[in-house]
């Protein structure tokens, strides 16, 4: 059974901070606080005191272990990661960014050691994705495990399983941060046609219920593709009136393999464009494992890769130096004189370069004299 804390102590970014799962915000204080709590036996007056006006809560006046996981210091700095349970999936939308979705990944003894790696990296947040995660064999024992680490889990997920008593009762005990549904449609010809499954509509729509009557934290992530741009503003009307947040996804991307198969999907009056690339945390203070053990920089910079599984948690001390020349623009593309008002990070450029995508998919400058003249 997963751990029963209620709320998580933890070094983030040089600072220390305290976490109620499933509820949004958190309480920053001082590194002396934070030593104080990690020796305490019982919970400080200040502290029960920080948290009764913040949440509302009382943790009681029993032994601080009870009710509070403290997470210790970690020497390698990431906060945040991502975890492939499975690149399965129920579904074969057209526009998946996974191509060949197989079903593979590490037995549970391998399982166990990933996510103990990622508790001695300093993971605080972690997100589960896929594939469908839910639909892995292993979700619960994942999950399960992760909570029990200290780790602020936000799922991935088409809601095709969020009525399953099993992964109910699991995710209302354990509660996660958040979980974002992918809505592909706002009626069931739309929904279905773009996932290629019968049934996909009813199911999302029955899952959705079922984590509303939960009151599980939901966001929702709008998919808008050429298919069912029409219906852009139903579903933004139908999230509106669930009371849930949600944003448009719009870009499409090609497979993790550079294939091409998913950019006839995009809707090209939806496509938009993005902000000037300035660089981000990836490698650094973020890393991603696929359902193999292999972590790399994110979920689009994938090569080269680092087995976790044979090197440990110490094999991410290569991944800040495989971030920095992965993420330099090197010249930019051709020689492209524009490359610094660029809004495509150079890993995604190359998946576009090696599908041979028509340029206005990545490069939105709008001015390209200076392109041309390469």
Same mark, same amino acid.
């Given at each position: ?61 029993? +032994? ?10 970690? +020497? ?38 990933? %996510? ?23 979700? +619960? ?29 699991? %995710? ?81 991307? +090609? ?120």
């Amino acid at each position: 059974m997963a751990g029963t804390h209620k709320l998580i102590v933890s070094p983030y970014l040089g600072e220390y901070v305290v976490l109620q799962p499933g509820s949004e915000g958190g309480i920053k204080i001082s590194e002396s606080k934070y030593q104080e709590l990690r020796h305490a036996s019982l919970a400080p007056s200040w502290f029960t005191s920080a948290v009764r006006t913040f949440w509302g809560a009382d943790i009681g006046e029993g +032994p601080l272990t009870d009710t509070v996981l403290v997470k210790p210091e970690s +020497p390698y700095g990431y906060v945040r990661a991502t975890y492939e349970l499975n690149l399965g999936c129920n579904y074969d939308c057209e526009h998946c960014y996974l191509g060949l979705k197989r079903f593979s990944g590490l037995s549970w003894p391998e399982r166990e050691k990933l %996510l103990y790696i990622l508790r001695d990296a300093g993971v605080l947040w972690l997100q589960l994705t896929g594939g469908e995660p839910m639909i892995d064999r292993l979700f +619960p024992e994942v999950y399960g495990l992760a909570y029990e680490l200290g780790m602020m889990l936000t799922i991935l997920s088409n809601g095709s399983r969020l009525a399953n008593p099993g992964v109910l009762e699991l %995710l209302t005990n354990c509660r996660p941060h958040d979980i974002t549904l992918s809505m592909y449609g706002a009626t069931e010809e739309s929904y279905d046609g773009l996932t290629r499954r019968r049934g996909s509509y009813r199911l999302f729509i029955k899952g959705l219920a079922a984590a509303r009557e939960a009151s599980l934290p939901l966001r929702l992530s709008l998919i808008v593709t050429n298919r069912n741009e029409h219906e852009l503003g139903l579903m933004q009307a139908m999230a509106d009136e669930w009371g849930i947040p949600h944003n448009s996804f719009v870009n499409m991307s +090609p497979t993790i393999y550079g294939g091409a198969e998913t950019l006839p999907s995009q809707s090209a009056d939806h496509l938009r464009k993005r902000k000037v690339f300035t660089g981000c945390n990836a490698g650094h203070t973020f890393f991603h494992v696929d359902p193999h053990g292999m972590a790399s920089i994110c979920k689009i910079g994938r090569d080269p890769q680092i087995p976790l599984i044979e090197e440990g948690v110490d094999g991410l001390a290569r991944l800040g130096a495989i971030a920095d020349s992965l993420l330099l623009r090197q010249g930019g593309c051709t020689g492209c004189t524009l490359s610094g008002s660029c809004g495509t990070c150079m890993p995604l450029v190359t998946l576009y370069r090696k599908a041979k995508s028509p340029l206005q998919n990545y490069c939105q400058h709008r001015e390209r004299e200076e392109v041309n003249q390469q």
